[in-house]
T-cell receptor
Framework: DAGITQSPRYKITETGRQVTLMCHQT?????MFWYRQDLGHGLRLIYY???????DKGEVPDGYVVSRSKTENFPLTLESATRSQTSVYFC?????????????FGNGTRLTVT | AQKITQTQPGMFVQEKEAVTLDCTYD???????LFWYKQPSSGEMIFLIY??????QNATEGRYSLNFQKARKSANLVISASQLGDSAMYFC???????????FGTGTSLTVIP
């Protein structure tokens, strides 16, 4: 039962570089999400996806790009990293969009932009 | 306005004692779901417990229970018989609104003292 796997676990990059965070799930959940976690802000939604090739913006999408060519993968790309994007990034999935359906999280990627 | 408010940035509890972590929420919807997550120092987000807005009974999961007071819009987490392994950040979350998105509080850091 692998669940959701995020890679890398830690990443240091320089301002202006492109970086991609990977997310892979084995549950075949339709819905996948990217959140960032910052002190004092809790978790904020970046992008989400209802199915392959269907994505939509969340609360803080600027500077990020997502794709979902396969149900199980949902990579997040920072096109030109900025220091304000230093954060912990969580990928999550949900079996349905039902009100009783919890989010299941990966272990997170700690990204530092220097 | 904040949808989820956790007013206790940090809490301490003696081992084997019970502790209540506060959560209030703001919604005009009649249908919503309330969740609690645990984030230990290792960083992963662990789903603990769910309460539906129409549930008349308080949810319980082992040593976790959710004290749901709908009129007061509160969804406090009660941990009974605290253990050292309960030391972690705890996040309250609500699922509601168009698209049934999740909204997270800023978390409460719980430290269990031996």
């Amino acid at each position: 039962d692998a669940g959701i796997t995020q890679s890398p676990r830690y990443k240091i990059t320089e301002t202006g570089r492109q970086v991609t965070l990977m997310c892979h799930q084995t549950w075949s959940h339709s819905y996948m999400f990217w959140y960032r976690q910052d002190l004092g802000h809790g978790l904020r939604l970046i992008y989400y996806s209802a199915a392959a090739d269907i994505t939509d913006k969340g609360e803080v999408p600027d500077g990020y790009v997502v794709s979902r060519s396969k149900t199980e993968n949902f990579p997040l790309t920072l096109e030109s990293a900025t220091r304000s994007q230093t954060s912990v990034y969580f990928c999550a999935s949900s079996e349905t969009l039902g009100l009783n359906s919890p989010l299941h999280f990966g272990n997170g990627t700690r990204l530092t932009v220097t | 306005a904040q949808k989820i408010t956790q007013t206790q940035p940090g809490m301490f509890v003696q081992e084997k004692e019970a502790v209540t972590l506060d959560c209030t929420y703001d919604t005009s919807d009649q249908s919503y779901g309330l969740f609690w997550y645990k984030q230990p120092s290792s960083g992963e987000m662990i789903f603990l417990i769910y309460q539906g807005s129409y549930d008349e009974q308080n949810a319980t999961e082992g040593r976790y229970s959710l004290n749901f007071q709908k009129a007061r819009k509160s969804a406090n987490l009660v941990i009974s018989a605290s253990q050292l392994g309960d030391s972690a950040m705890y996040f309250c979350a609500m699922r509601e609104g168009p698209g049934n998105q999740f909204y997270f509080g800023t978390g409460t850091s719980l430290t269990v003292i031996p």
